[in-house]
């Protein structure tokens, strides 16, 4: 059975255009109809739901939900999406909630994706393990916990920027910060 938002969920392929999700399941052998929109992911979750229901649709970045996949295999337990799109009002709202947000998000492009951890150790844990899923991958990411950790806040930051805005890459003409060309760690 589809499920009735399935038509509002798109896949941001590495070259830069969105696909319906019914092409991107045929195309990569999953169950044409289905929620799954990764391996370990499904839109059904509720953050995922939130962005249908806020956005009027879900676009999800193929590169990040690979690493998203590995990074889950790697941990062998589940992942908490605490942030995925966003929107520009959003991105404004959390800056004058007082919120130490970007100017300019990769949440914003469908490019980032926050994962809750528990403690300071946890954290520092799953950052090497996204660095190493990436790196495994061969897809270059930005990850930031540190600022997040200074001020007592649990959870990581991981985009696929570079893939994107890199020198050569399909977004590289469009205006954006320098520091989403090239992979950071903060």
């Given amino acids: 059975m589809v499920n009735k938002h399935h038509t509002k969920v798109f896949v941001l392929k590495p070259d830069g255009t969105e696909v319906p999700l019914a092409q991107w399941q045929e195309e990569n052998g999953y169950e044409v109809g289905s929620a799954r929109i990764a391996k ?10 939130e962005n249908i229901q806020d956005y009027g649709k ?8 690979k690493v998203a996949d590995k990074y889950r295999d790697m941990k062998a337990a589940s992942v908490r999406v605490n942030s ?4 520009r009002a959003k991105q404004e709202q959390l800056i ?10 990769p949440h914003e492009y469908f490019l980032a994706i926050d994962v809750d951890t ?7 844990l799953n950052a090497a393990m996204i660095r190493e899923a990436a790196k495994q991958l061969g897809i270059k990411v930005r990850i930031g916990f540190e600022q997040y950790l200074a001020n ?4 990581i930051h991981f985009d696929c920027t570079p893939e994107y805005f890199g020198v050569g890459k399909p977004w590289h003409h469009i205006k954006h910060p320098i520091q989403w060309e090239t992979e950071i760690q903060w």
Avoid at 40 to 49: A, R
Avoid at 58 to 65: A, D, I, P
Avoid at 118 to 124: G, K, L, P
């Fill in 40 to 49: 370990h992911f499904w839109f059904t979750e509720s953050k995922f739901m």
């Fill in 118 to 124: 528990d403690t300071e150790q946890e954290t520092r």
């Fill in 96 to 105: 004058s909630d007082g919120f130490k947000a970007a100017a300019t998000s």
């Fill in 152 to 155: 007592k806040m649990t959870f």
């Fill in 84 to 87: 995925f799109n966003r929107s």
């Fill in 58 to 65: 879900l676009v999800v970045c193929e590169l990040l939900m």
